[in-house]
């Protein structure tokens, strides 16, 4: 019954698969891999967000348990603010605010800084989880999509934090060995 609970007859509605979601995944790789494109060439993370929406909204979609259900809502809701943040240019430093470089999210150390970096930073925690959590091959293959492209946007955006990201993930890592 977990992760059906939410629906009144106790079972999830079946997903409307008239449209292979082979097909679905593949037509949106090829249009993330278009956007990363277009976004590097431009140099612009915003571009890259756009092209990123149809798959989280895709996610949404796909995604059924209780806590991908949430992950996936939760990715969606940070991509439209992070879309808000660039769209209108809104910059805060997190980390001079909260008076420390880092924080502890999810088991790991997060570089903070500009909020525009903390919402790609957030995509990929999420889409982390979903991958983990997610038994469906399809959301686990557009969970991929959007850890790559999160950590593109991050490098589009600053290099100087993409690598400190890219540092402290390593060491992470090195640390469960």
């Given at each position: 019954?977990y992760?059906?609970q939410?629906?009144?007859?106790?079972?999830?509605?079946k997903?409307d698969?008239?449209v292979?979601?082979?097909l679905?995944c593949?037509?949106?790789?090829?249009?993330?891999?278009?956007g990363?494109?277009?976004?590097?060439a431009?140099k612009?993370?915003?571009?890259i967000?756009?092209?990123?929406?149809?798959?989280?909204i895709?996610?949404?979609?796909?995604?059924?348990?209780a806590?991908t259900?949430m992950?996936?809502w939760l990715?969606?809701a940070v991509?439209?603010?992070?879309i808000i943040?660039?769209?209108?240019g809104?910059?805060w430093?997190?980390?001079?605010?909260?008076?420390s470089?880092?924080?502890?999210?999810g088991?790991q150390?997060?570089?903070?800084?500009?909020?525009?970096?903390l919402?790609?930073?957030?995509?990929?925690?999420?889409?982390t989880?979903?991958?983990?959590r997610?038994a469906?091959?399809?959301?686990?293959?557009l969970?991929v999509?959007?850890?790559?492209s999160?950590?593109?946007?991050i490098?589009v955006?600053?290099?100087?934090?993409f690598?400190?990201?890219?540092?402290s993930s390593?060491?992470?890592?090195f640390?469960?060995?």
């Amino acid at each position: 019954m977990y992760g059906n609970q939410n629906y009144p007859s106790g079972e999830r509605p079946k997903l409307d698969e008239r449209v292979s979601p082979a097909l679905v995944c593949t037509i949106l790789t090829i249009l993330m891999i278009i956007g990363i494109v277009w976004g590097f060439a431009a140099k612009s993370p915003l571009v890259i967000v756009i092209f990123l929406l149809p798959v989280v909204i895709y996610e949404v979609y796909r995604t059924r348990g209780a806590s991908t259900t949430m992950s996936s809502w939760l990715l969606l809701a940070v991509l439209i603010l992070e879309i808000i943040f660039i769209v209108f240019g809104i910059s805060w430093d997190l980390g001079q605010y909260l008076g420390s470089g880092y924080s502890y999210v999810g088991g790991q150390y997060i570089p903070l800084g500009d909020i525009k970096i903390l919402a790609p930073i957030l995509l990929v925690l999420l889409s982390t989880i979903l991958f983990l959590r997610t038994a469906g091959p399809y959301t686990k293959w557009l969970s991929v999509i959007i850890f790559a492209s999160a950590f593109i946007i991050i490098y589009v955006m600053s290099p100087d934090m993409f690598r400190e990201l890219l540092r402290s993930s390593i060491q992470q890592i090195f640390w469960y060995f």
